[in-house]
T-cell receptor, first 115, second 113 residues
Framework: NAGVTQTPKFQVLKTGQSMTLQCAQD?????MSWYRQDPGMGLRLIHY???????DQGEVPNGYNVSRSTTEDFPLRLLSAAPSQTSVYFC??????????????FGPGTRLTVL | GENVEQHPSTLSVQEGDSAVIKCTYS??????FPWYKQELGKRPQLIID?????GEKKDQRIAVTLNKTAKHFSLHITETQPEDSAVYFC????????????FGTGTRLQVTL
C-alpha cells in the first residue's frame, strides 16, 4: 500500500491564483481530512469527510473548498490564494468514521507559498 | 469547542534523561487523547493514545497518563535517545463530534549527547 499520498510536494502561487492540492489513499478509509500547519500553531483542521459525497467544515475553512466523489480522493481547492494561506498542508485518513477518536494516517505534506 | 494547551513549547534534555510534556483540555466530556510525533520535514505519526477508561498506558519507553479530574494528560519518555528529537503534539476531539481533532501547539524536544 502507498498509504496517503499528496501532490504536489511544493508549490508557489501568486496572490489571487487558484489551485488544487491532491490527496489520495489506498487503504479504503472512509474518513479523510485536511490540516494546515503553521509555526507555533500546531495542526488546524480545514475540512473533513466521513465518506464519498459527505464533507464538513473544520476550524479554519474560509478560502478553501473540498469535494469527495470517491472513497480514495479528497482534493483541497484554494479559490483565490492569499499570503495568509502560506503553510504546510497535510491530508490524513482514518479507518474509523469517528476520525477524531482513532489513529489518523498523514500524507507527506504540501508546502505552499503565496506571494 | 475543545481547547488544548500544551507545555512546554521547547524542551532540551540530555541523552538518558526523562522528558515530560503536559497538555490540558477544556471539555470534560473528551475521552480520547492521542500523541503524535513529527520528525523534521516528515509527517506526524501516532506514537501512543489513551482513552478515558484508563489512567495510564505504556509502550516501551513512552507512557501517557491521564487525570480526568484535573483535565490534563502527559507524555513521558524515559531513557531518551537522539532519535527522540522531534516535535510532539497532543490532541483531543472537539466537543460533540467524533470527527474533529484539536491539536496542541507542539513541543520541540531536543535530546543532546
Amino acid at each position: 500500500n502507498a498509504g496517503v499520498t499528496q501532490t504536489p510536494k511544493f508549490q508557489v502561487l501568486k496572490t489571487g491564483q487558484s489551485m488544487t492540492l491532491q490527496c489520495a489513499q489506498d487503504m479504503n478509509h472512509e474518513y479523510m481530512s485536511w490540516y494546515r500547519q503553521d509555526p507555533g500553531m500546531g495542526l488546524r483542521l480545514i475540512h473533513y469527510s466521513v465518506g464519498a459525497g459527505i464533507t464538513d467544515q473544520g476550524e479554519v475553512p474560509n478560502g478553501y473548498n473540498v469535494s469527495r466523489s470517491t472513497t480514495e480522493d479528497f482534493p483541497l481547492r484554494l479559490l483565490s490564494a492569499a499570503p495568509s494561506q502560506t503553510s504546510v498542508y497535510f491530508c490524513a485518513s482514518s479507518p474509523d468514521l469517528a476520525g477524531g477518536y482513532n489513529e489518523q494516517f498523514f500524507g507527506p505534506g504540501t508546502r505552499l507559498t503565496v506571494l | 469547542g475543545e481547547n488544548v494547551e500544551q507545555h512546554p513549547s521547547t524542551l532540551s534534555v540530555q541523552e538518558g534523561d526523562s522528558a515530560v510534556i503536559k497538555c490540558t483540555y477544556s471539555d470534560s466530556a473528551s475521552n480520547y487523547f492521542p500523541w503524535y510525533k513529527q520528525e523534521l520535514g516528515k509527517r506526524p505519526q501516532l506514537i501512543i493514545d489513551i482513552r478515558s477508561n484508563v489512567g495510564e498506558k505504556k509502550d516501551q519507553r513512552i507512557a501517557v497518563t491521564l487525570n480526568k479530574t484535573a483535565k490534563h494528560f502527559s507524555l513521558h519518555i524515559t531513557e531518551t535517545q537522539p532519535e527522540d528529537s522531534a516535535v510532539y503534539f497532543c490532541a483531543a476531539p472537539l466537543t460533540g463530534t467524533a470527527s474533529k481533532l484539536t491539536f496542541g501547539t507542539g513541543t520541540r524536544l531536543q535530546v543532546t549527547l
